[in-house]
């Protein structure tokens, strides 16, 4: 007893601490995973930032080589020096062409004074002509000598632009005048749009261009109450105060929480004046793969753990039989083995004690009977010696078939086990032997049969089959749970994947395919997308026309969602499925452009499922283009992008066997 109690209490213990290395291992997962989804968003900002400056520095600086090419044109000077209206008319044409051909809101030149004397908006209401902007500082810095650059308010028009400015100098080469040239950043900042939380600010913090309108010509932090009234008095973002958006200043990588939000920052200074590029991005992508750490980590554990406790259970089953077969084997050193003998002509001529034991039955009830298989069936049975014809078996009656577990005549004895309903209480399983009983002559006399009680281990096989079955119940809750996880992340896909999964099912078997096949193509079906947990929401469900670095990003969930599944011990390929499940069979498709004879039976089931559903739905970017349409795009790519055998077998679910998807939920 205090063997069993110590093995026990090691096991126990084993266990305690190999639960604390799963546990211990799985924080650290979940740190490591929010890390990387947190690298992750600083990649992608990085990214954005650098296209976004790229593209808008590009603009400024074509803006700012117009303005230089224009203050050189031979009809600008003369303007400045002869005042004539021939010499203005001129210089006028010159200010029309060049801001024409840049798309400019206006050029213009101003004299040394800083006076308007030729505008391309000089027709217009709120003309330039004759109104004079020496106080700004692109003004100021052109006729010091060098190039000008500004961001402002436009003083008539109150538009935000950008001006460069460049001076014009007479043959003697001194400064006689200023050239101008202004963009208004409306439709730049239009193209911005589509970005998560984008600011363009000047150092102070001041938000010059953003995606979100109620957000412009606001602080992004506090600023000093004499910065205030400067910028004010200089009226280059307009003559309200501004109002501080957040507590303090924002850094490169920082935290913030805005609105109750919480966003992670990138920050890039990309002009030499000190103005820099704001992306905040949020910080759901951490929770979401934080949870996927948690989430991984109770499977591994139910993985590991239901196991041992299976494992567990059935050793002490296992013990308690071995306990069981050792009372009996103790009870055989000291006492019979339970058996009786029958005679060729099917009578007892031998009971013995641990029988009657057993069976409740006296030797003297059945002695020379035939009425024995009353104390197990409650009916008269044929005996083994019945089935038994000169060492052979005999023709095998119709009750024995299905019943008996057969095996082999060894040796002159022969094994079976059957269910004895009127032994005991509820009936009993046994096991028993019968042995070929002959004379000298080596005649048939008949048959010894011994019994074994068996119900126990009998149990216990059925508790293990039902614990399995549990387990295989486990694994799909906990699939259907991540894929849960994945649709609260994208509401306009929602459904996508059990569709999916439900097709995929259908087809693998209406193919035939085995049971544990099936499971696999639907278990991966429910959450062939879960690589989209790494691609930023505001792609997924973007109504528009998506960009070649957008593309790129979403088709690169594939290999996202193998990353996911791939060190996770599944009784099934499934995350080589969701691997594949975009390649094509003529090798178009992705991450690794396979073709037919490379790609798994799974994920060519998972593909043609996929695109039917896809098409048959409705996505943000467009409306549902319905079924006869999917079915048209497989049937015309059959064997081109598509396995032939899975697109006959989904056309005739749909075509003749009346199958449907249930798109209730298709918009989301």
């Not at 030797?363 to 009916?379: C, D, I, L, R, S």
């Not at 055998?645 to 066997?657: A, H, P």
Request: hydrophobic share 40%.
């Amino acid at each position: 007893m205090s063997n069993k109690y110590e093995s026990r209490h090691k096991w126990l213990m084993f266990s305690l601490l190999f639960m604390s290395v799963v546990v211990g291992a799985g924080w650290f997962a979940v740190g490591y995973l929010g890390d990387m989804a947190r690298q992750e968003i600083v990649k992608e900002n990085e990214a954005t930032i650098t296209l976004l400056s790229t593209h808008l520095t590009d603009e400024l600086k074509k803006l700012a080589g117009a303005a230089r090419a224009m203050s050189g044109s031979p009809w600008i000077s003369p303007a400045l020096i002869s005042g004539k209206d021939q010499d203005i008319a001129r210089a006028n044409s010159v200010l029309d062409r060049y801001n024409s051909a840049m798309g400019a809101s206006v050029s213009y030149l101003m004299d040394s004074a800083g006076k308007t004397i030729a505008s391309s908006n000089r027709n217009d209401p709120d003309s330039f002509v004759g109104k004079s902007y020496q106080f700004r500082p692109y003004f100021t810095q052109a006729i010091s000598g060098n190039a000008g650059r500004y961001f402002a308010l436009g003083v008539t028009s109150l538009k935000r632009g950008f001006y460069t400015s460049y001076p014009i100098r007479n043959g003697k080469g001194a400064i006689i005048g200023v050239a101008t040239m202004k963009k208004d950043l409306d439709d730049i900042e239009a193209n911005l749009s589509g970005y998560s939380d984008f600011f363009f600010i000047n150092p102070q913090g001041i938000i010059f261009l953003s995606n979100k309108k109620e957000m412009l010509v606001k602080s992004l932090w506090p600023i000093s109450k004499e910065t205030e009234r400067a910028l004010l008095a200089s009226k280059q973002f307009g003559e309200k105060p501004f109002k501080a958006v957040m507590p303090q200043e924002i850094t490169d990588r920082t935290d913030i929480t805005l609105n109750g939000k919480r966003y992670l920052v990138s920050r890039k200074v990309i002009d030499p004046q000190g103005w820099s590029i704001v992306l905040m991005n949020p910080t759901e992508r951490i929770f979401v793969y934080r949870l996927i750490g948690v989430i991984v980590t109770i499977l591994i554990c139910t993985f590991i753990f239901i196991p041992l406790i299976v494992n567990y259970k059935t050793a002490q089953s296992a013990e308690a039989l071995r306990e069981s077969e050792q009372r009996l084997n103790n009870i055989l050193q000291g006492s019979p083995i339970p058996a009786f003998v029958i005679t060729k002509d099917h009578k007892v001529m031998y009971w013995n004690k641990a029988l009657e034991e057993m069976s409740g039955i006296k030797t003297e009830e059945v002695m020379g009977t035939n009425q024995h298989w009353k104390a197990f069936y409650g009916e008269k049975r044929p005996c083994m010696a019945d089935l038994l014809v000169d060492g052979e078996i005999d023709v095998i009656p119709q009750w024995y078939e299905g019943k008996y577990t057969k095996s082999k005549l060894v040796e002159g004895a022969y094994e079976a086990t059957d269910f004895f309903p009127a032994l005991g209480e509820g009936g009993r399983w046994l096991r028993f032997t019968a042995a070929i009983i002959r004379n000298s002559m080596g005649d048939l006399i008949g048959t010894l049969e011994t019994l074994e009680d068996i119900t126990e281990r009998k149990q216990a096989e059925e508790g293990l089959k039902q614990t399995l079955e549990k387990l295989r119940k486990s694994l799909i809750g906990t699939i259907q749970a991540i894929s849960s996880t994945i649709e609260i992340r994208d509401p306009y896909t929602s459904g996508h994947q059990m569709r999916v999964s439900s097709l995929a099912r259908v087809i693998s078997q209406e193919m035939g395919l085995s049971k544990d096949r099936v499971d696999n193509i639907r278990m991966a079906g429910a959450i062939h997308d879960i690589g989209k947990l790494s691609i930023p929401a505001e792609i997924l469900s973007k109504p528009t026309k998506l960009t070649d670095i957008e593309i790129k990003l979403i088709r690169i969930h594939s290999q996202k969602g193998y990353d996911i599944l791939k060190d996770v011990e599944l009784p099934y390929p499934i995350a080589e499925t969701v691997l594949q499940h975009h390649e094509r069979f003529d090798g178009s498709g992705y991450p690794n452009a396979l073709t037919d004879g490379q790609i798994l039976l799974e994920a060519r089931i998972l593909a043609v499922a996929d695109v039917v559903e896809a098409i048959a739905s409705h996505r943000p970017y467009r409306p549902a283009f319905g079924i006869d349409i999917a079915l048209e795009e497989i049937e015309k790519n059959r064997g081109i992008l598509y396995d032939p055998e899975v697109v006959d077998v989904c056309l005739k679910l749909f075509r003749e066997k009346g199958f449907q998807l249930d798109l209730k939920r298709d918009k989301g």
